[in-house]
């Protein structure tokens, strides 16, 4: 049955891509407005079998929380299901929810987001949907590429005609936070929604009402919404690296980080939020959106506004680097055959996502040295670590160089290792047994802290060498 506008509500959602963002974006949704059936739909047959596993351990991503929320509203009014076509066809509301990497050839390339899954979702939009359709940008996306959507929707007029379809096309950018995505999404800061029609966003509106105070939603229109996004992840990812910048300043001047950022964030104007230094941000959204404003920012003839956010890529590189470069030279100058744990591989805590990890870009350095990595990570498992080590645009060695294992046991990863690299928040990290792993530790050992997570006085005192970052000594 055609759906048309004068009758219409928001009974059937559809999501396209069962991702990092489209799963627990619609589970919530699904767990907030009972009354309205959510599919979730993927290419990827895998990652829909994962998302249908009986063993709530099996889901393909892993975030606190959200095993319940799957556990309370599958096959309920929440189904995973690589059904596309159909759940396009059914659908009142439909959100894009697909990946938008970085074009990795031809104009833009390494700047600008690749949209040919945009493209090729629109496409299938087009093609199936039915009536009257209210269609979301979910993923981040560069600036005003709601007007190309649009222009894809509305190209096959015989189709549209048939059909009678018409569309509205709003953008409703996701903030949440890998780790903590089901928190943000049941209380977010803010819920934006940019669009030219109002029907359509009051309809997208009221579904967030279910659970969202109207003064958290806010409306704009279409550039706005598509830019804050962008915008508010530049800033988030200028934090780290002014903070990353300011650890280097206090190693060499004998400042303590945690301090000075206590001391700063405690400005109200400030805030205590994103100034903890680390070994680099990583994720797939920051370099990404700051690329991709570098990139409008060119386009547009600003090369200075350009060249300043290309300044935070650079610190977050140089980050990494240096961190590298001073395990080796604290090991003597040479890690080739040596053992070197490896406390973390996901770019952050509570997630199992590895893109752009620090870890990879780290590993990939010390391998190129010849080091033997032993890998221990609570939940990324061997085959992801292999995916992101292979990774054709992380690969910075040769094939003959140093090695790598994952290891599961935590107590094992220490074993005759000449150097712990700490590279990942994991909460396990922070209360360890030093005795027993100084013991286990070949001598001279050194701890390597990038998170600023490990009690130094604990560790120096058991004869371990101890660097921390931003630690001046
Ligand atoms: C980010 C944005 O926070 C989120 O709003 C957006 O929707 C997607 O991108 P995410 O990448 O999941 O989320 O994680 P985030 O918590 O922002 O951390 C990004 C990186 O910065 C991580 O590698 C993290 O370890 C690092 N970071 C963060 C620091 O090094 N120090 C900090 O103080 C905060
Ligand atoms: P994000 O972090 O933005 O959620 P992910 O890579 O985790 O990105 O998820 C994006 C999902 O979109 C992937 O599972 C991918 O298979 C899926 N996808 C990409 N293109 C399409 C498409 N045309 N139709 C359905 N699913 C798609």
């Known amino acids: 049955m055609n759906k048309q506008i004068k009758d219409f509500k928001i009974n059937k959602i559809c999501c396209v891509g069962a991702g990092y963002v489209g799963g627990p974006s619609m589970a919530v949704l699904a767990y907030k407005c009972p009354k309205i059936i959510v599919n979730v739909v993927d290419i990827d047959c895998n990652k829909i079998d994962n998302w249908n596993s009986k063993n709530l351990l099996n889901l393909p991503i892993y975030e606190p929380g959200l095993s319940e929320i799957i556990n309370k509203t599958r096959n309920k009014n929440l189904f995973f299901s690589n059904e596309i076509d159909r759940c396009i066809e059914e659908a009142d509301m439909v959100f894009i929810s697909v990946n938008t990497p970085t074009k990795t050839n031809g104009i833009g390339a390494g700047e600008t987001i690749d949209l040919k899954y945009v493209e090729a979702c629109a496409r299938r939009i087009g093609e199936k949907a039915k009536g009257y359709t209210i269609v979301v940008e979910k993923s981040t996306l560069p ?43 049941i209380n977010p800061d803010r819920v934006l929604i ?110 200075e506004v350009a060249e300043f956010w290309v300044q935070i890529i650079k610190i977050n590189e140089w980050q990494q680097k240096r961190i590298y470069k001073l395990i080796v030279e604290k090991l003597f100058g040479n890690v080739s055959g040596k053992k070197i744990a ?129 630690l001046g000594s």
Not at 147 to 162: H, Q
Not at 248 to 267: F, H, L, Q, R, Y
């Open 194 to 303: 940019g669009g030219e029609n109002q029907i359509a966003i009051d309809f997208l509106k009221d579904v967030y009402l279910n659970w969202i105070p109207l003064e958290k939603i806010i409306c704009t229109n279409l550039w706005s919404s598509e830019l804050s996004k962008l915008t508010a992840n530049a800033f988030l990812a200028q934090r780290v690296s002014s903070i990353n910048s300011i650890s280097a300043i206090c190693e060499s001047t004998g400042a303590n980080v945690t301090e000075v950022s206590k001391a700063v964030g405690m400005d109200k104007r400030i805030g205590e939020n994103f100034l903890s230094p680390g070994p680099g941000f990583g994720g797939s959204c920051f370099k990404k959106d700051i690329l991709n404003l570098v990139y409008i920012a060119k386009y547009f003839g600003l090369h």
């Open 143 to 185: 600036v005003k590429t709601a007007e190309t959507i649009k222009k894809i929707l509305d190209s096959d007029s015989s189709n549209i005609k048939r059909n009678n379809k018409t569309f509205s096309i709003l953008s409703n950018p996701e903030f949440l936070a890998e780790g903590t995505a089901v928190k943000n999404l």
């Open 342 to 470: 490896f406390l973390g591989f996901s770019f952050k805590a509570n997630t199992n996502d590895t893109r752009e990890s620090p870890a990879i870009f780290i590993g990939n350095y010390l391998l190129k040295e010849g080091a033997q990595l032993s890998i221990h990570d609570p939940k990324v498992n061997y085959e992801q670590i292999k995916l992101s080590f292979d990774n054709p645009n992380n690969l910075n060695r040769d094939k003959n160089s140093g090695c790598w294992e994952k290891v599961s046991e935590l107590s094992n990863v220490f074993e005759g290792a000449d150097a712990a690299i700490f590279l990942t928040e994991w909460d396990e990290y922070r209360n360890l047994n030093w005795e027993k792993i100084s013991q286990t530790m070949r001598k001279p050992s050194w701890i390597f802290d990038a998170r600023g997570i490990l009690e130094k006085e604990k560790i120096i005192n058991l004869g371990l060498n101890f660097w921390s970052i931003g």
